[in-house]
Every structure is written in structure tokens, then in C-alpha cells.
């Protein structure tokens, strides 16, 4: 058992997983715009945990789970679209209210919620099949390295090492952000909020569309 090669496939597929732009990235990057990098950090957080839970079905062959999770496949991605569509009309009503120090640094935004933050995109992450056979397709391509059946051990490093490159991609998402809070102004928040939330509202309505098409046409 070569362990660098098997934490870092783990840390390579957690950002591989991770790092696709999408609703979850622009969540991440408004968050912390707004309300900080810690905030921000959280959003990504909620991501990775939900990350992880398909990574734990997957890495340890929960396999009962795992055909329950795809045989609801069009009423999760149905969730995951209302949730997106109704997450993308929050943030477009939203109205930023910001304080700043004396240097222009943002102390911070009206509306701030760390269990919101984290909540909401392990709610999006956790409701997206897809991303549970992503992980599958991951670990089946490392199966020369763990042995699922017996190995439980180097299975468990391989999904922490996943958590931890996912986490680390989040928090280079937040740190790389949060350069740019300096001076930022309320006016810039609430054009911030209508671009991201329209796109994340897009993205609902094409998810929703895109479920109900697989389901008529399957």
C-alpha cells in the first residue's frame, strides 16, 4: 500500500469534485463578498460534508443506499432545482446593508448566517445523485490501490483525504475572494446578488427542466 499515492488520489478527487463552477461556487464566492471569508468557508464546508456522505456510500460499497439514492434520482435533482430556483429568487430580493473600517475593509452585512451558509449547500450537494456516481466512477478507477472489500481502513483515509481536498479547494475559493472585499460597496453587493442569483435561479429552472425531461423520456 503506496499512502501517498492513496491520500493523494483522495485529495485530487475532492477538488476534481469541487472545483466545477457552479451554483455552489457562486454561493461560496457571493458569501464571502458579503459576509466574510468565514462565511464563505462554511458555504464551501456544507459541500464538502454532502460530498462526503456519497463519498462514504460509495467508498464502502453501501450499496442498499446507494440504489435507493438512484431510484429517487428525479425527486432529488426535482429538490435540488426548487431549492436552487428558490436560494436564486432569495438572493436576487436580498437588500446588502454593509459597515466598513476606517481602511475600507468590510466588517459586515445585514443577513449573515453561518447555519445558513453551511446548510443550504449541503442541502443542494446531498440532493444531486449525480454526484454519487461521480465518486463511484472515482473510486472504481482506483480500485488497483484500495481494496473496498477488505480494506476498510485505507477506504476510510482515501474519503477523508476526498473531504480534505474539498475543503481545501473551498478554501482557496475563499481565500482568493476575500482579497477583493476591501472597499467594496453596497451598490456593488446588490448587483453581486441580482447576477448570481439570476444565474443560480437559471440553473434551477434547467435542473428542474432536465429532471422532468429524463423522466418522460426514460
Excluded at 449547500?121 to 449525480?130: E, G, K, V, Y
Aim: aromatic share 10%.
Amino acid at each position: 500500500m503506496d499512502w501517498l499515492a492513496l491520500i493523494g488520489g483522495g485529495l485530487i478527487i475532492g477538488i476534481m469534485v469541487a472545483a466545477p463552477i457552479g451554483p455552489v461556487n457562486l454561493i461560496c464566492i457571493r458569501r464571502t463578498l458579503a459576509y466574510g471569508p468565514l462565511n464563505g468557508f462554511l458555504a464551501g464546508l456544507g459541500a464538502a460534508l454532502g460530498d462526503g456522505v456519497f463519498a462514504v456510500i460509495a467508498g464502502f460499497g453501501l450499496t442498499a443506499a446507494g440504489g435507493l439514492i438512484t431510484g429517487m434520482s428525479f425527486w432529488l435533482q426535482l429538490c435540488s432545482a426548487i431549492l436552487l430556483i428558490v436560494y436564486g429568487v432569495a438572493i436576487m430580493r436580498a437588500i446588502p446593508r454593509v459597515i466598513h473600517n476606517p481602511d475600507g475593509t468590510l466588517v459586515s452585512a445585514a443577513g449573515s448566517n453561518l447555519y445558513t451558509a453551511i446548510g443550504s449547500t449541503f442541502a443542494l450537494t446531498i440532493t444531486n445523485p449525480a454526484t454519487m456516481v461521480g465518486f463511484a466512477a472515482f473510486f472504481a478507477g482506483m480500485k488497483e490501490i484500495v481494496d473496498y472489500q477488505v480494506s476498510l481502513l485505507y477506504t476510510f483515509v482515501l474519503v477523508m483525504s476526498v473531504l480534505l481536498g474539498s475543503a481545501a479547494w473551498w478554501g482557496i475559493v475563499t481565500g482568493v475572494t476575500s482579497i477583493f472585499r476591501k472597499g467594496i460597496a453596497t451598490h456593488t453587493l446588490r448587483v453581486m446578488n441580482l447576477g448570481s442569483g439570476a444565474l443560480i435561479l437559471i440553473s434551477g429552472v434547467v435542473f428542474a427542466v432536465y429532471a422532468i425531461w429524463q423522466a418522460v423520456a426514460g
